[in-house]
């Protein structure tokens, strides 16, 4: 059909605008933005990543209280007051269900229909959607983290170690570049697991059991097998990250190489299946 | 302009299209129509690049969809009422679709208008009716003013107004020169709203054709009244006729029209008092085209019991 053989040559099939692929994927995530944007869930989840932080900051203050109590021997034996394990994991899971949130609502919904038809190219579609996942990890991910970092360093004040894990508060810093790594990795790889398993309820599952139940499970393990495993699971590469005292064994190079493979993996099985797969 | 060439589809087992083609022309709303389960929606949703098909093509414009760049503005489609996320306001569902396709919020407003939702456009999806629903689905589609549009049962479900409020908007976004495709298992609301046919049953096309050339295919026959009914039964069977009696005076023929019995009774100086020639309807025509392909069907009433 051409635009004159129409009774309406001004606007049925004229002017079809042929844009530039990098305006193209611009739209698609200016679009994904605003779909995070619109639905509540998304509130939801970052505030319940809110209530963990003060949740895990709770616990620190409590642990602090004691060290203020306790013995020197005591002290000795007191682990330190690091955010990392009292704060995060909750944090990269309720931020990552949002990074989860992203395909699975769609798929729960049947929104991924006019999703598609909008954007068919399903490779731009998991592209734009991955990085809407990892900016909203990335931001969300910073900001609790600088929060309950700065909580951490502020309670623990000029107590000395084992409690206080940093010597200054700037050694703190690389910590929060770790954590917040770690939660857009997280939400990367839980975008990844929503595009494969699409139901929410089975995504978030997984997603939980990869960063709470797994890291915990590891320690029944064998010592020399659970540190290998333990320094590969993703909430675990947040001291390697950042260096500095940890029992794990890779360098911050070999941290941030296994986060990335986390979410190639993640975002592969999500192209497989995209492609695969018949939508809805 | 749409067309489907040698479109199959297996689900497993299950042949859902077997080498489906056909074309679909601009200017006209074309319904597609065939039993539950006959593939109409596999179909539609394998052009909009939603299915994979497991051979065959389907192109919009000679372009396959799942290749457009800013489809939008060549083609809109409704394919599921419920496709909009109940958590957002039609607004928001709107400009999302928008904003993908690099169309303006004016547009978004311009289209609430369009299909009556201006008042509500503020309101979550998830408190609409389904007739607000199929109207948010058709706004989504009229976004990018497209040459080409693709509806899935869009009178599912509607109430009276809703249906002749769809069959307006069908028909004048036909009469503005754009590519309009329906599908429905209700032959009697295609009757209304399509100027053109495509009839398919278990996967296959049974018919492509319009209305008219629908009617003109089914069987008919005359009902002759007479008061010589014998006499005219011996006359109507040598021309080739079949002759029942109706069993209230008056007589069936098949095989030969109204205007030839009318010709023969008057040169043979047999009176008639009645000749009346009988078609089919639409629908009866479609029941009996797909009654071969429907997929499921349920028993008669009396087999059912017994």
Not at chain 1, 160 to 180: F, Q, S
Not at chain 1, 220 to 237: E, K, V, W
Request: hydrophobic share 50%.
């Amino acid at each position: 059909m051409t635009a004159t053989d129409t009774t309406t040559t001004d606007t049925v099939g004229s002017a079809i605008p042929s844009p530039s692929r990098a305006r193209v994927f611009r739209d698609a995530v200016a679009a994904e933005w605003l779909k995070l944007r619109t639905v509540r869930t998304t509130y939801a989840l970052l505030a319940c990543a809110g209530a963990a932080t003060l949740v895990g900051l709770t616990v620190l203050a409590l642990a602090v209280q004691e060290f203020d109590h306790a013995t020197a021997a005591e002290r000795a034996d007191v682990e330190a007051a690091d955010p990392t394990v009292a704060v995060m994991p909750l944090v990269a899971f309720f931020v990552g269900s949002i990074g989860a949130m992203v395909f699975t609502s769609e798929f729960g919904t049947g929104s991924i229909g006019p999703g598609l038809l909008a954007v068919p190219r399903r490779r731009l579609l998991l592209a734009a959607k991955a990085t809407v996942a990892a900016a909203a990890g990335a931001l969300a991910g910073l900001l609790f983290a600088l929060l309950s970092f700065a909580c951490a360093v502020l309670l623990v004040g000029n107590r000395p170690a084992p409690l206080n894990p940093w010597p200054a508060w700037t050694d703190a810093i690389p910590m929060v570049a770790g954590a917040t790594v770690v939660v857009t990795t997280t939400s990367a790889v839980a975008l990844g697991l929503g595009a494969v398993l699409r139901s929410t309820a089975a995504t978030l599952v997984a997603l939980g059991a990869l960063v709470l139940v797994v890291p915990m499970f590891a320690h029944a393990l064998p010592a020399a097998l659970h540190l290998r495993l333990a320094s590969i699971l993703i909430p675990n590469l947040a001291p390697q990250l950042a260096g500095g005292d940890h029992p794990y064994l890779l360098s911050p190079a070999g941290a941030a190489v296994a986060a990335a493979v986390w979410v190639l993996v993640a975002l592969g099985g999500a192209t497989v299946a995209l492609d695969r797969r018949d939508a809805t | 302009m749409i067309s489907v060439r040698g479109l199959t589809k297996r689900y497993g087992p299950t042949l859902a299209l077997d080498k489906l083609s056909f074309e679909v022309r601009p200017g006209v709303v074309t319904g597609f129509l065939g039993p539950n389960g006959a593939g109409k929606s596999t179909a539609l949703r394998i052009i909009l690049g939603l299915h994979h098909p497991t051979a065959g093509e389907a192109l919009i414009r000679g372009r396959p969809y799942a290749r457009m760049r800013r489809p939008m503005h060549e083609v809109g489609a409704v394919l599921d009422a419920d496709a909009a996320h109940p958590g957002r306001t039609a607004a928001q569902h709107l400009v999302c679709l928008a904003r993908s396709n690099g169309i303006g919020r004016g547009r978004v407003a311009a289209v609430l208008e369009q299909v009556g939702l201006a008042e509500v456009a503020h309101r979550r999806v998830g408190g609409f009716s389904l007739g607000m629903r199929q109207r948010l689905g058709i706004a989504a589609a009229l976004l990018g003013d497209p040459a080409v549009v693709l509806l899935d049962e869009p009178a599912n479900g509607l109430d009276a107004a809703g249906i002749r409020w769809i069959r307006s908007t069908l028909r004048s976004l036909a009469a503005q020169g754009r590519t309009v495709l329906l599908s429905s298992h209700l032959m009697g609301e295609m009757a209304l709203t399509a100027d053109h046919l495509l009839v398919i049953g278990r996967g296959r096309l049974i018919a492509d054709a319009s209305p008219a050339q629908l009617r003109a295919r089914a069987e008919r026959d005359v009902l002759v009244r007479s008061p010589r009914p014998a006499e005219l039964a011996r006359l109507l069977t040598s021309l080739g006729a079949s002759v029942t009696p109706d069993g209230a005076g008056a007589l069936v023929a098949a095989g030969v029209d109204a205007a030839a019995i009318g010709d023969a009774a008057a040169a043979a100086a047999i009176p008639l008092h009645g000749l009346t020639p009988r078609g089919a309807t639409l629908e009866e025509v479609y029941l009996e085209m797909t009654g071969d392909a429907a997929g499921y069907r349920a028993l008669p009433e009396e087999a059912a019991r017994r």
